[in-house]
């Protein structure tokens, strides 16, 4: 109340059962949210004037680059700043993306293309997907396979709302084919594990499936006609990075910068 008298705007409406910010107040939350973000940085700074970097480091990504992209690289963050808290949410990109534009995290990783006036986007790495499937499945012989020959099996795919799954049904829209989906999934991780007991076959990242084709749970078959994926470095553009957070992005850089994986 103090502050909409000293503003002369009604912040909140208070006319429903449940309270909503008005246009006013979603302005000042917004402004006030910035303000808070600038004395967080300012603290960075100063704190780093001792040459110990702190503070907290929030980074969104997807499972797939939490299990196999990051941890040798968070390894190596925490033990060079160790006074860094660190805080990983791992989400679909669509999910990143709009955790960047809320500024709910110092930055994103998700699967390109993104596009967004009030986001910043920077190609890190390509990453190839590859068919899977159990070793005694008919296909499980071959070694590269035509995407027709992948539309002719039950596909297990990720649930709607991954860009993976978008991705993936464009690239057999385009050539006349369908998918004939037997199940949607939230991850790879269950998704690999369901292809490993014969529920259906996939197309995954080939860097997600190394482990189980070394012990020969399954078979990781090459697909033509199947192009590679960027992913891509997701920031709220304009907005001021904390000291920690372009510690990491610049490490990011250096490791991923121009990779296939």
Same mark, same amino acid.
């Given at each position: ?9 009604? +912040? ?24 808070? =973000? ?7 700074? *100063? ?6 970097? %702190? ?10 680059? @939490?299990?196999?992209?990051? #941890? ?9 700043? #160790? ?9 679909? %990109?669509?999910? /990143? @993306?709009?955790? /960047? ?11 390109? #293309? ?5 986001? %910043? ?11 899977? @499937? ?5 296909? =499980? ?12 099996? #039950?596909? +297990? ?19 006349? +084919? ?19 007991? =014969?529920?259906? *076959? ?19 078959? %090459? ?14 553009? =304009? ?23």
């Amino acid at each position: 109340k103090a502050l909409e008298e000293e503003l002369g705007e009604v +912040l909140l409406d208070r006319s429903r059962k449940a309270v909503r910010l008005t246009v006013a107040g979603e302005i000042l939350f917004r402004q006030t949210r910035e303000i808070f =973000g600038h004395l967080t940085t300012a603290r960075e700074e *100063i704190a780093a004037l001792g040459d110990v970097l %702190s503070g907290r480091l929030v980074i969104g990504t997807s499972d797939t680059n @939490c299990i196999y992209v990051l #941890p040798e690289l968070l390894q190596r963050f925490r033990d060079r700043f #160790p006074e860094v808290e660190l805080d990983i949410r791992n989400k679909m %990109s669509p999910e /990143v @993306c709009q955790l /960047v534009l809320d500024d709910e995290v110092d930055f994103g990783q998700a699967t390109l #293309p993104v596009r967004h006036r009030r986001l %910043s986007i920077e190609k890190l790495f390509t990453r190839q997907d590859v068919l899977v @499937c159990p070793p005694e499945h008919p296909l =499980g012989g071959r070694i590269r396979v035509q995407l027709a020959t992948v539309a002719a099996y #039950p596909m +297990l795919v990720l649930e709607h709302g991954s860009r993976t799954r978008v991705l993936v049904e464009e690239t057999f829209h385009q050539i006349h +084919l369908d998918l004939q989906i037997a199940m949607s999934l939230g991850s790879v991780e269950v998704i690999k594990r369901f292809v490993e007991i =014969g529920m259906g *076959i996939a197309l995954v990242p080939k860097v997600a499936v190394a482990e189980e084709k070394a012990a020969g749970r399954l078979r990781v078959i %090459s697909v033509t006609g199947l192009a590679s994926r960027a992913t891509g470095l997701i920031m709220h553009r =304009g907005r001021r990075r904390s000291l920690a957070a372009q510690a990491f992005i610049d490490m990011l850089r250096e490791h991923l910068k121009g990779k296939a994986l």
